[in-house]
């Protein structure tokens, strides 16, 4: 029930962009919305009454062979209401590209710089987007699904 | 490299560089501070020393395998981390856990809780220079592990929650050994509050430095002790409870100004808490229902003795093969035969056994949960400790991700020491409880 | 003490033995250690350190965080790429005599991540004396360690100075 509401208000709020809601049979909220409409929507469900005032995780999930390949994962959770929602967008591989997080919430500064450094989505708006984990010097995106878990960039010269 | 600041940092200020190879025992991350004599200007945190591939690696690895991975997290409370992967593949297979084996769940991370906050709090008073807080406290944790040890097999990365339920039951003597943990943890506890509590020198080094306010905290998505010290009360195991928690009588601790003396005083109250909650669970957990052993054949006679004729009790074989006594396996693991690997009696004696195991194992059988996602939250150490994953269907996880709590601590860390001084780094970075293995994954 | 005892003792009042066995006696019971703690084994360590464990009672208890005034570099944890010209610096300014113990298996073989991001054991990077197995290891085989570290300081090469000499 809480599902159905939270998707018709959205709906209500944007009726074009929002794409629907997964089936979700596990008693999750999901709403699927499509890349354009996320500062919006975000801005939407951060401000009164819905008061998602944290944004809890963001990750991207690569699903290669499916077009549009990668998959943004965002949850939000709202302290008041205690309730928890995943909103999530697909982008294609060619346009990369999508809003950034960081005007509305703070800890979206490293979050998008982890998914930057293991995925190479770039964000607009973020004010310094550089790699986080990997170092200076790395090639390639390690958590795509076409970089081979073994391939090893070495910083300094190892023996054998 | 921390290129931000090299790029800004003036002439005429001076760049330190609190490096990866720390003395502050918290492993590996970079703090480089532009001072002004011991003003702090600006501050640039570098992490990923300790990225050693955790998502990656868990793709290539079955739902069984990738268990001891996760020890390796959140590694001063291993137990937890297992519990949070253990219970989003159970949520995403509705799986059901015995009564027992929830208890033993409850307890056990408990325990697990309370070594986290021994640590975190005994490396900040060292670093601040009370090393007999230290010694102290690393005492009871001993005591601690011996339990852990004792019930489980190891002293720390255990991998001993299971899909299903726990690896073995408690031991005979459990309830002694645990009495005695928790006495000598509640006389530690004692000493250190008498040590710290009123320390003129810890009070000035701790009050009212590093203050958060509530807004800034929930915005940069902190949660556990840190935001608790701020007064927001979120604790997972009240918010969305899950295995026993909402039959056990404790409560949250809550702070008032979220300065490093507030996050102190919360993760002391915790530790309280948590024993609080430790010996209900000791007391309220069902009887294990163990059954007759019979006398003892040696395996090899046992196994010949089962293939000549159905044998009607139980067969006890050496005690160390795993699940020497089948009969408590139904307290401890879930009876649905998908998810669980059977026990070795059966495997060893009857065919469906053996098949059952078989199919357990094998490439491309085994778990396989359904098509879809799904997002399951524990309360770790540090917070709210999440894990997604991603199934397609197959025995291996698509995607695995973890929502570290820490990283959303440490990623305020910048705000927070800007325009302190540089002996304000250290008690403020100590109070976050940084755990490299959570942050970097 | 009486006269008799110390007419026992050889020579009187002194002892002879080599002047190799002599500094090996000294500087394996006065080792300070770099612990260059990166992950989970810091936990061992730390246990190992403390009083149910104690390494004190064999002379190495005191931790000095600074390659110049330490002996032995405790590299406790997993090393990873981004890490390791960090474990190479640490370890090149250090004096000489320095010994190299691997503590756990990530730092002995790269452990049980054989992925894109860890050395596979340091000895890929530096010259490692001993090495201690586990996961984490058990502080008692830290000890069991020591101890043997402690046996191949006893038994080193003699001393360049004096070698020179003889030649």
């Known amino acids: 029930m809480e599902e159905k509401t939270i998707l018709e208000r959205l709906r209500r709020e944007f009726p074009a962009e929002v794409e629907g809601a997964a089936a979700s049979p596990l008693g999750e909220d999901v709403v699927i919305i499509g890349k354009g409409a996320l500062l919006p929507v975000m801005a939407y469900l951060k401000a009164k009454p819905e008061d998602y005032a944290m944004l809890l995780d963001l990750t991207c999930v690569d699903l290669r062979g499916e077009e549009p390949r990668f998959e943004m994962v965002y949850h939000l959770f709202s302290l008041t209401h205690n309730r928890r929602l995943r909103i999530k967008t697909r982008l294609p591989e060619e346009e990369l590209r999508i809003a950034s997080l960081t005007s509305l919430w703070k800890n979206a500064n490293w979050l998008e710089r982890e ?30 699904k076409d970089y081979p878990l073994r391939r090893r960039q070495p910083l300094i010269r190892l023996k054998d | 490299m921390p290129n931000r600041i090299l790029k800004q940092a003036r002439q005429d200020t001076m760049l330190l560089n609190m490096g990866p190879s720390h003395p502050a025992m918290h492993g590996t991350i970079r703090i480089m501070l532009e001072l002004d004599g011991e003003r702090i200007l600006n501050s640039e945190v570098e992490v990923g020393y300790l990225h050693r591939g955790f998502e990656k690696t868990c793709e290539h690895r079955t739902y069984f395998n990738l268990l001891p991975y996760t020890d390796r997290l959140n590694y001063v409370s291993p137990l937890i981390n297992n519990l949070g992967y253990v219970m989003t593949v159970e949520k995403m297979l ?4 015995p009564e027992r084996a929830q208890y033993i769940r409850v307890l056990m991370s408990e325990l697990s809780r309370i070594s986290d906050h021994l640590t975190c709090l005994a490396a900040m008073a060292m670093e601040c220079g009370a090393f007999t807080a230290f010694l102290y406290k690393m005492k009871a944790r001993e005591f601690l592990w011996d339990v852990i040890e004792q019930t ?27 009495k005695k943990a928790i006495e000598e943890t509640r006389l530690v506890l004692k000493d250190v509050r ?32 840190c935001l608790r010290s701020t007064g927001v009360s979120y604790d997972v195991r009240k918010a969305h409870p899950y295995l026993v928690y909402d039959r056990l009588n404790w409560e949250v601790p809550l702070g008032e100004k979220g300065d490093n003396f507030d996050r102190y005083m919360v993760r002391m109250k915790e530790m309280e808490q948590s024993l609080r909650i430790v010996e209900q669970a000791a007391v309220r ?36 093969l795993e699940g020497s006594e089948e009969a408590r396996y139904p307290d401890i693991l879930a009876s649905d035969k998908g998810y669980v690997v059977p026990p070795k009696e059966e495997t060893y004696t009857s065919i469906e056994g053996l098949i059952n195991h078989f199919k357990f194992f094998m490439r491309g059988h085994g778990l396989r949960p359904p098509k879809g996602d799904v997002y399951f939250a524990v309360e770790g150490g540090n917070g709210e400790l999440g894990f997604y994953i991603v199934s397609d269907g197959t025995d291996r996880p698509y995607r695995l991700h973890l929502r570290a709590p820490c990283f959303h601590i440490v990623s305020a ?29 | 003490m009486s006269e008799d005892k110390r007419k026992r003792l050889p020579a009187g009042q002194f002892i002879t033995t080599q002047f190799n066995s002599l500094l090996g006696w000294a500087r394996k019971f006065s080792l300070f250690h770099y612990p260059f703690v990166t992950a989970c084994c810091g936990m061992e360590y730390m246990s190992a350190a403390c009083a149910h464990y104690d390494i004190d009672r064999f002379g190495a208890g005191w931790t000095r965080f600074s390659p110049r005034q330490s002996d032995m570099l405790l590299v406790v944890g997993t090393i990873t790429q981004k890490e390791a010209p960090v474990l190479r610096t640490v370890y090149e300014q250090m004096t000489e005599p320095k010994w190299v113990v691997a503590f756990g298996t ?21 010259p490692v004396d001993v090495y201690i197995p586990g996961c984490p290891p058990r502080p008692e085989t830290v000890l069991d360690g020591l101890l043997k570290l402690q046996e191949k300081i006893q038994h080193q090469e003699p001393d360049w100075r004096w070698k020179k000499r003889r030649s």
């Open chain 2, 413 to 441: 860390l910048e705000a927070l020491i800007q325009g302190r001084y540089v002996a304000d780094v250290i008690p403020t970075f100590g109070s976050m409880n940084m755990i490299g293995g959570e942050l970097d994954r």
């Open chain 2, 94 to 97: 509705g799986v059901e856990v």
């Open chain 2, 194 to 225: 008498g040590l710290l509590d009123k320390n003129k020198i810890f009070l000035n080094r701790t009050r009212d430095v590093a203050v958060m306010s509530r807004e800034d905290a929930v915005a940069f998505g902190w949660t556990g002790p």
């Open chain 3, 106 to 126: 990530c730092a002995v073989s790269g452990g049980i991540y054989d992925n894109y991001a860890v050395v596979q054991g340091i000895d890929q990077i530096i």
């Open chain 2, 152 to 178: 489980t097999g190891a002293r720390m990365t255990t991998s001993y929650i299971r899909i299903g339920g726990v690896r073995a039951d408690l031991h005979p003597g459990f309830d002694t050994v645990l």
């Open chain 1, 115 to 144: 998914v930057y450094d293991l995925f190479g989505v770039h964000f607009e708006g973020h004010p310094d987007l550089r790699r986080l984990f990997m170092y200076d010097g790395f090639e390639g995106y390690p958590l795509r």
């Open chain 2, 285 to 320: 957990i069902p009887k294990s229902c163990r059954a007759f052993i019979a006398e003892g054949m040696a395996p090899a006679q046992a196994i010949k003795e089962s293939r000549r004729q159905r044998v009607r009790e139980d067969i006890a074989l050496s005690p160390n």
